[in-house]
Structure formats: structure tokens, C-alpha cells
């Protein structure tokens, strides 16, 4: 079945996807090597199913009935966010189904370029293991606080999955919260592994929410554990309440995008929540 026939099958226009990736082709080709050779932030062999330039992705995209996607940039070193910012504000204006993307890297400029364009970026995006930082970094902290007074969801990878360092899992999140809970976090992979203790996060904090981001399908079960059967009626009660969102990874996807459908449809949670999860949340959110 594609993605277009299982939308429409469930009484969908079409789907959202919060969590995807369209990168400058230099740093796209990079990601991919280590994809490729199953680097250290990978830890195993991930064979991506889809590889061609922007172009071609995105009509990809549009034939799967995708409605609106991101590009979500993310930043392993000084000096190179802002960059990635003014390349994901091009891509957004070429591209007319793309969210305007933003990324940030604890730096002195870190504020000033993160404040600039909270009238322009619809999601920002951080990677905790890719980056290499503490969300608690003082140098982001007033940054922080500018995003929770604007209210732009930002998705936060920051699960020990695939594979953890010091600076991954829940504990530095929570202390983030702490200081600023009205921070509108969407959760990457729901959190894997520490599905949990994520979900638990969501349930406390009002702006706090889960994407299912590659959870729930075979590979990702497979290599970091199912997800745990006593969490679904709080993640079904948490999509239904608007705070579960698609995510897929694509393109840096190791099996067809219509298999992150399927997983979710088989955790049996329902058509309500399956129409919430990939359609009504997202709208409602970026409206």
C-alpha cells in the first residue's frame, strides 16, 4: 500500500511529517557517509532506502501524500548554525510544502541569530548527540528563554538511541524544564530508548510532546527494544490530547516511509489517534 492509499484509507487529506531532513548537498553527502559506514553515532548498518538530490526527494514526498515536511539543520560545530539557517530559509522558499527550519549551537552569536529569526523559523531542531552538547549549556540559555516565550516547537533529539554519550537521555531535559517550562519540545524517536521517562516529561509539562520518529518499526525495535506495551494507553491518551506528532527521518530511512505508517497502525491505538498523530496535531500546532 503507499502512503497516499493508507491517508486516505484512515479519512486523511493527507500527512504531516514534523521530522524530516533536506540539508545542503556538502553536508547531506557527509551525513550520508556516515550512514554508509556505520559511524560511531550510528553503530550499526543502516542502508538508506532513498538517496537522490532535493529536487527529487521532495516529489517523493509529494506522490506519499506528505502535505508539509522540514528540513531540520543541526549544528556539530561553532560558526555553522546560522549558516544552515539562511540555507534551510532558501529551501523553504523554493520549496512550498516546507516548514521554515531553524538550528542553534552553544555560541556566543547563539541569541542574537535564535532571536532574529523567531519571526521567521516554524520548528527549530537540535541533535544532542550529533552536536555533542549540554542542552544546559549556559551559553543557550537565553536563547532557551526566547524560544519558550515565542512558543516555536523545537524538536529535540535527545534519547541515547542509537547509540549514548554522557550528554544523552532525559535527565539534562528535565533540568532544561526546570528553568524554563514553557519550552515547546517535540521529542524525537519518543524518546528511544528512555521511552519512559519522555513519555512521563510530555504528561508534566504542558508544551511537551513526542514524535514517532522511526519508534515502533522493525528496525528501530530491533536494535534498541520494543517499545514497552504498558506505556500505550498513555500514549494513546497523549496523541489524542494533540501532543503525539508524525516524524519519519526520510530520507535517512533504512526501509519504504509507508513501513513508520504501518508500525504505528499496528500498535492499535485506534483511527482517532492514527488521524491525530499524522494530520490533525501538526496542523493544529503550526496554525
Known amino acids: ?159 541515547s538511541g542509537p547509540v549514548p554519550t554522557p550528554l544523552t537521555g532525559p535527565g539534562p531535559v528535565a533540568e532544561l524544564l526546570q528553568r524554563h517550562p514553557r519550552l515547546r519540545l517535540v521529542i524525537a524517536h519518543a524518546g528511544a530508548p528512555e521511552y519512559a521517562d519522555f513519555l512521563a516529561l510530555a504528561e508534566d509539562h504542558e508544551r511537551v510532546a513526542l514524535d514517532t520518529t522511526m519508534a515502533f518499526t522493525d528496525f528501530f525495535e530491533e536494535m534498541g527494544g520494543r517499545y514497552p506495551a504498558e506505556l500505550l494507553p498513555r500514549l494513546r491518551d497523549l496523541g489524542l490530547g494533540g501532543k503525539v506528532f508524525l516524524g519519519s527521518d526520510f530520507p535517512n530511512i533504512p526501509y519504504p516511509y509507508v513501513h513508520q505508517l504501518e508500525a504505528l497502525e499496528r500498535l492499535d491505538l485506534g483511527e482517532q489517534w492514527l488521524r491525530a498523530v499524522c494530520h490533525d496535531n501538526a496542523t493544529d500546532l503550526l496554525s
Open 1 to 159: 500500500m503507499t502512503p497516499t492509499a493508507w491517508a486516505a484509507r484512515i479519512g486523511l487529506p493527507g500527512l504531516v511529517d514534523l521530522h524530516t531532513h533536506f540539508l545542503p548537498p556538502q553536508v547531506m553527502a557527509k551525513v550520508r557517509a556516515q550512514f554508509d559506514s556505520a559511524g560511531p553515532l550510528i553503530g550499526r548498518e543502516w542502508p538508506l532506502h532513498y538517496r537522490d538530490a532535493d529536487e527529487a526527494l521532495a516529489e517523493t514526498l509529494r506522490s506519499f501524500g506528505v502535505l508539509r515536511w522540514t528540513a531540520l539543520p543541526y549544528a556539530h560545530r561553532p560558526g555553522m548554525a546560522d549558516w544552515l539557517n539562511d540555507w534551510a530559509a532558501g529551501y523553504a522558499e523554493r520549496t512550498p510544502e516546507a516548514l521554515v527550519c531553524g538550528t542553534f549551537y552553544p555560541e556566543t552569536e547563539a541569541t542574537s541569530y535564535v532571536t532574529e529569526r523567531l519571526e521567521s523559523v516554524q520548528v527549530w531542531k537540535v541533535h544532542v548527540q550529533v552536536g555533542g552538547f549540554d542542552v544546559r549549556h549556559p551559553l543557550l540559555d537565553d536563547a532557551w528563554g526566547a524560544l519558550a516565550e515565542a512558543g516555536t516547537p523545537v524538536v529535540l533529539h535527545a534519547g
